[in-house]
């Protein structure tokens, strides 16, 4: 792809580029690299202050820069093309589409798939090899399921949405549009409900519900438990990692993104907007309001309000956890000082 085919296709959501003033330096991209690792032919991009300094050393034959002309003349001099934009890490997410396409499978239904009797299907709908369809499911138009996933009965499933291989969809589950469950990930088996009796442990059956709602997307082997009663939502665009587990009975709002590991105990309340970094623990009924972050491994046992950025274990405010971490640091010091300091 010619240099000015590319900005061609990206319209308005380029803001300025090197043809502006530099028309004859068009050279032919044949993809895309991390700016630490390009080679003559790929582009790449600069995002922030740490990775300036790359512009004077990449091999890459073009570069998506930020708004900063030096950074615009740097890149010239040094013979390469580049695009400008406010969000450049934005900018190179829509590159990647224009030279990558996930691959999809054709429509239709494999010959080897199991599909119940009155399993209700939009149009353009993509069945893969082995996949086992459970009665009174409804899957919706362009939708594409992929080889071995399981759909038990009951479950509905929204336009768009693509289920990939070996994910497993039980009972009561309402999938919206746009939705992206990864590989070996469950979406809504059992809550882990048992009740204490004298002699022992009773099971107490989950019969509620779980909702993703649209442009959610869930990692692989993540799991989101069904709950006895009522509902486990996720919200609107709300994104998991790998390896999450959410708990039965959990809320969690619009446009969250918990990373790998995260684990929410039953009962927990999320706000929009929450970001949960890798490895972040969560207790019971907990509440996290809107926009609250937590670092990764905070351990969090009590509700964090709307906006507060928690660390720790158990979790504290971040400001404050930086200070004891410090003095944890400079513990083995202070134990040697008063070690050998005169007794009284």
Same mark, same amino acid.
């Given at each position: 792809?010619?240099?000015?085919?590319?900005?061609?296709?990206?319209?308005?959501?380029?803001?300025?580029?090197?043809?502006?003033?530099?028309?004859?330096?068009?050279?032919?991209?044949?993809?895309?690299?991390?700016?630490?690792?390009?080679?003559?032919?790929?582009?790449?991009?600069?995002?922030?202050?740490?990775?300036?300094?790359?512009?004077?050393?990449?091999?890459?034959?073009?570069?998506?820069?930020?708004?900063?002309?030096?950074?615009?003349?740097?890149?010239?001099?040094?013979?390469?093309?580049?695009?400008?934009?406010?969000?450049?890490?934005?900018?190179?997410?829509?590159?990647?589409?224009?030279?990558?396409?996930?691959?999809?499978?054709?429509?239709?239904?494999?010959?080897?798939?199991?599909?119940?009797?009155?399993?209700?299907?939009?149009?353009?709908?993509?069945?893969?090899?082995?996949?086992?369809?459970?009665? +009174? /499911?409804?899957? #919706? @138009? $362009?939708?594409?399921?992929?080889?071995? &996933?399981?759909?038990?009965?009951? *479950?509905? =499933? !929204? %336009?768009?949405?693509?289920?990939?291989?070996?994910?497993?969809?039980?009972?009561?589950?309402?999938?919206?549009?746009?939705?992206?469950?990864?590989?070996?990930?469950?979406?809504?088996?059992?809550?882990?409900?048992?009740?204490?009796?004298?002699?022992?442990?009773?099971?107490?059956?989950?019969?509620?519900?779980?909702?993703?709602?649209?442009?959610?997307?869930?990692?692989?082997?993540?799991?989101?438990?069904?709950?006895?009663?009522?509902?486990?939502?996720?919200?609107?665009?709300?994104?998991?990692?790998?390896?999450?587990?959410?708990?039965?009975?959990?809320?969690?709002?619009?446009?969250?993104?918990?990373?790998?590991?995260?684990?929410?105990?039953? +009962? /927990?309340?999320? #706000? @929009? $907007?929450?970001?949960?970094?890798?490895? &972040?623990?969560?207790?019971?009924? *907990?509440? =996290? !309001? %809107?926009?609250?972050?937590?670092?990764?491994?905070?351990?969090?046992?009590?509700?964090?309000?709307?906006?507060?950025?928690?660390?720790?274990?158990?979790?504290?405010?971040?400001?404050?956890?930086?200070?004891?971490?410090?003095?944890?640091?400079?513990?083995?010091?202070?134990?040697?000082?008063?070690?050998?300091?005169?007794?009284?």
């Amino acid at each position: 792809m010619q240099f000015s085919e590319l900005i061609t296709k990206l319209g308005s959501a380029v803001q300025a580029s090197s043809l502006d003033t530099h028309s004859h330096l068009n050279p032919t991209l044949t993809g895309l690299a991390p700016i630490d690792a390009a080679t003559p032919g790929t582009i790449s991009y600069i995002e922030g202050d740490k990775f300036a300094k790359f512009v004077g050393s990449t091999a890459a034959s073009a570069l998506i820069l930020p708004m900063d002309r030096s950074l615009h003349t740097q890149a010239i001099d040094r013979g390469i093309v580049w695009i400008a934009a406010s969000e450049p890490r934005l900018l190179f997410a829509r590159v990647i589409q224009l030279f990558y396409q996930p691959f999809q499978l054709p429509t239709g239904i494999h010959p080897s798939a199991i599909v119940a009797p009155g399993v209700a299907l939009g149009e353009d709908v993509s069945i893969g090899a082995h996949v086992v369809i459970q009665a +009174g /499911v409804t899957i #919706g @138009n $362009g939708a594409i399921v992929h080889p071995n &996933v399981v759909i038990y009965p009951d *479950v509905r =499933i !929204g %336009d768009r949405t693509i289920l990939h291989a070996n994910c497993t969809i039980h009972e009561r589950v309402r999938i919206g549009a746009n939705c992206v469950i990864h590989s070996g990930a469950t979406i809504g088996a059992e809550g882990f409900g048992f009740v204490p009796t004298a002699t022992g442990w009773f099971k107490m059956e989950q019969a509620g519900y779980t909702v993703l709602e649209d442009g959610v997307e869930i990692g692989c082997n993540s799991t989101v438990d069904r709950p006895a009663v009522g509902e486990t939502r996720i919200g609107k665009d709300t994104k998991l990692d790998n390896l999450v587990h959410v708990g039965h009975g959990c809320q969690i709002g619009s446009n969250c993104a918990l990373a790998a590991q995260v684990g929410l105990a039953g +009962g /927990v309340k999320v #706000g @929009n $907007g929450v970001l949960l970094a890798g490895q &972040v623990g969560v207790a019971n009924q *907990v509440t =996290i !309001g %809107d926009r609250a972050i937590a670092s990764s491994k905070t351990g969090i046992h009590r509700n964090v309000d709307p906006g507060e950025i928690v660390s720790g274990y158990p979790a504290v405010s971040h400001k404050l956890w930086l200070k004891t971490a410090a003095i944890v640091n400079r513990l083995p010091e202070m134990y040697q000082f008063f070690k050998n300091s005169p007794r009284s």
